[in-house]
């Protein structure tokens, strides 16, 4: 996985932000291993430590494994008046996870983000590259649902 | 060229594509096929049609007709009735926009005039409409100089939230000697609230090439990124779409249009951090770093990304330099106050009828803007007060709303005009929950660099949490707006100098629901 990533990248610093989205992406638990910053370091010829410091101050890239799904859940205040913390509740109870967790089955991670940009169709989440809007509680559980039926 | 009776636009979003667009269009052209139709009705993608919470939405023309919420289920319906009788189908009809009640405002756009009418994927239908028109004028009839002259005549200011005027920012840069000079487009959209530079791009993305070869030529940059937040996928492939279009047809690339200007533009996508809407913080980013912002002086246009000179524009910024380019400046001057020329796009949500976008002259009051172009209160619920500019923005009550949304009225009223996000509010809102929610976002994207903003964003969450308990006391209240002051006055970057105006404006205007909050 590593070479066929690298190969897409000169091995330059400014492709560090590409190189970790790109080998999350490819990881079935969508997150940056220590095998993989270390591989990342050799080729870029930069410090573990820097490249722990731009994972962690990027909300996207996670050091800890993670589900299949990513939920990300707008936490901003256009959709925090349209009841995004009702949808978290509800989210919760479905999922059985507090945000920031993985459920039992691998299935789901929930997470909370900054506004996604489309407040229009607020409250709004999004579940890894599709964008849910007009979020009520019975709309979630029916989404959720069909994910896991789907799996 | 084939000539046909009717054409159909589909409106490409996010919320379009998640009510299943792509395949309602497949079921449309089959259905048309079927029916043999195939030959008389054209069926187009294009942008954002302007409305939201709308489903999918269709524009016919030349009846101007649009669809809103139509269904897989309609389409025979639709086909049998519109497209084969000619008789639109009324139960499915926008009927606001039927009864001229939806200004869209078309006849006034200069950023988004494009939006909504053109296929974004196609070049030839963004060079039908005039397109590359200025780019050309500029190329073969006037010098880089002249351009600058002209945007620094147009008045044209920047859209991103500043405000600081373009052309002069350009002419900062323009004439410094370096071998590699770039244009930097933010598209980092991150404010709470904006959308406006996603409906840009979606709707019309060659509007911001041209416009960066504008800049670019302008300044004698030959290299171009467009910094781009990841969740924008629609943005980022159709932005990659209209590159490889330009370079094909010539209009990017070497030697355009036989001169000597060559220019290359390339997207770089973001990984999720509001601080990298900071200029210099997003040049960190670029040359992938944490996104902490630099000390300025020396400022990106003297040293930018990888210390060379550097103009960092705001997506709407630029997709305004096309207009000035080709009809002058003074076609510009004619929107908007002298001070604050052009218009301006807001996007529209919260407890409103029509949440969306409109595009209308600086200096249009907010009251005009919520009620005329976004239909008003929503179930008539009486309004309370509108957050305007974003998390770093302020909250305006019902006698504020007459105040014309441009920078030098809104100065008076100590409030900015930011980024163009109009939260709305009813009468229901509760003000304390509100500044919660916008200081919870303030804690969690502060960077870190600096101190006040660092201790500062999870002070004031800690004193909002307390009294929307309502364990709260005066002493608390009055602590907040001591420590927002403070970052204001220390803070390294905009983002610790913002909490200030949310909370000074919540205050000033709703003291009194804090107050009853408050643990007495």
Known sequence: MYEK??????????????????????????????DAVQRVSEYLNVPVNHIYGVITFYTMYSTKPRGNNIIRLCESPPCYLKGSDNIYKKLKTVLGVKAGETTADGLFTLEFCACLGVCGNAPVMMINDDVYGNLTEESVVTIIEKIRGGK | MKYYRSHVLIGISDAALQAGVKEFETALRNELAKKNLQDEINILETGPLGFFGKGICLTVYPENIQYTDVKIEDIAELVESHFLKGRP?????????????????????IVLKNSGIIDPENIEEYIGAGGYEALEKALLKMQPNDVIAEVKKSGLRGRGGAGFPTGLKWSFTAPIDADQKYIVINADEGEPGTFKDRLIMEGDPHILLEGIALAAYAVGATKAIIYIRGEYKLCIERLRKAIAQAVEYGILGDKIFGTEFSLAIDIKVGAGAYVCGEETALIESLEGNRGNPRWKPPFPGVKGVWQKPTVVNNVETIANVPFIIRN????FLQHGPAKSSGTKVYTLMGDIARPGLCEVDMGTSLRTIINEFGGGMKKGIKFKAALVGGAAGVFLPDRMLDVNMDFESLKEYAAVLGSGAVLVMNENTDIVDMLWSVLRFFRHESCGKCSP??????????????????????????????VAEMMQQTSFCALG????????????????????????
């Open chain 1, 5 to 34: 990533i690298f190969a897409k990248y000169e091995p330059t610093k400014d492709n560090l932000i590409y190189i970790l989205h790109d080998i999350q992406d490819e990881h079935p638990q969508h997150y940056l291993s220590e």
């Open chain 2, 328 to 331: 002058g400046a003074d076609a």
């Open chain 2, 497 to 520: 100098q913002s909490p200030i105006m949310p909370i000074k404006s919540a205050l000033d205007n709703f003291r009194y629901e804090f107050e009853a909050r408050l643990n007495k």
């Open chain 2, 453 to 482: 903003c660092k201790l500062g964003t999870a002070l004031l969450y800690d004193l909002i949490s307390k009294i929307k308990k309502g364990e709260g006391t005066m002493a608390d209240l009055d602590q907040m707006v001591m």
């Open chain 2, 89 to 109: 189908v009324k139960r499915l009809l926008f009927e606001e926009a039927l009864k001229g009640q939806v200004n869209f405002n078309y006849a006034n756009r």
